[in-house]
């Protein structure tokens, strides 16, 4: 079946350190890809998105590319900061039938930026 | 875009008791999810809302357990019936304001449920 696989955490860096999350994901057909995040306390925002073959996603700060070849969607920051402490979960859904209805996650990754 | 708010934002119940989760979003939505995220863990799919008609479940969720209702294109309600201590989780409710897979689904602030 679909599937997304994620880094485990927790990972720890300090502030203005350079962050990547591994996603990989398993698909039957041409799979959106979305990051979403998860504040302490709060519900899932999502941080960015690509529809596409080497598409970028970018929102705050963040950044990640569409590689249908590696089929991945690394999360990057170049700098973090401590308010980006958080979990992180990578995303799929398909454009096929009832399966394009649902978004399947990875397990997340909690990240901690400590000052 | 879509806002979507929940209610309640937390519950503490007791087993063999009931709890109704409300969902409203403040745009018309075509497709209403409801997901639940169990300590720790990842987010899992219960069902689709479906408006007018039944929800779709996913495997291993039972419409006697989650029954869902989807009056209109605005509002769900997700209950948890007959608890037990498993259930504890979160539970989300999340909206997609058209049909197009590729389409961000937006989510509400989650509903935290602790069974005693």
């Known amino acids: 079946g679909d599937s997304v696989t994620q880094m485990e955490g927790p990972v720890t860096l300090s502030e203005e350190a350079f962050l990547t999350i591994n996603c990989t994901y398993t698909?039957?057909?041409?799979?959106?890809l979305f990051w979403y995040v998860q504040y302490p306390g709060e519900g899932l925002q999502l941080l960015l998105k690509?529809?596409?073959?080497?598409d970028k996603g970018s929102n705050k700060g963040f950044e990640a590319t569409y590689r249908k070849e590696t089929t991945s969607f690394h999360l990057e920051k170049g700098s973090v900061q401590v308010s980006d402490s958080a979990v992180y979960f990578c995303?799929?859904?398909?454009?096929?039938?009832?399966?394009?209805?649902?978004?399947?996650f990875g397990g997340g990754t909690r990240v901690l930026v400590k000052p | 875009s879509a806002v979507i708010s929940q209610k309640p934002s937390r519950d503490i119940c007791q087993r063999g008791t009931s709890l109704t989760i409300q969902c409203q979003v403040d745009?018309?939505?075509?497709?209403m999810f409801w997901y639940r995220q169990q300590p720790g863990q990842s987010l899992t799919l219960i069902a689709t809302?479906?408006?007018?008609?039944?929800?779709?479940?996913e495997s291993g969720f039972v419409i006697d357990k989650f029954p869902i209702s989807r009056p209109n294109l605005t509002f769900s309600t997700l209950t948890v019936s007959n608890m037990s201590p498993e259930d504890s989780s979160i539970y989300l409710c999340?909206?997609?304001?058209?049909?197009?897979?590729?389409?961000?689904?937006?989510f509400g602030p989650g509903t935290r449920l602790l069974v005693l």
């Open positions: 995303a799929l859904t398909l454009r096929s039938g009832a399966a394009g209805n649902k978004l399947t």
């Open positions: 745009s018309q939505v075509t497709m």
């Open positions: 809302a479906n408006q007018g008609s039944e929800a779709t479940y």
């Open positions: 690509a529809t596409k073959a080497d």
């Open positions: 999340s909206a997609r304001p058209g049909l197009a897979f590729q389409e961000t689904q937006y």
């Open positions: 698909a039957t057909g041409y799979p959106s």
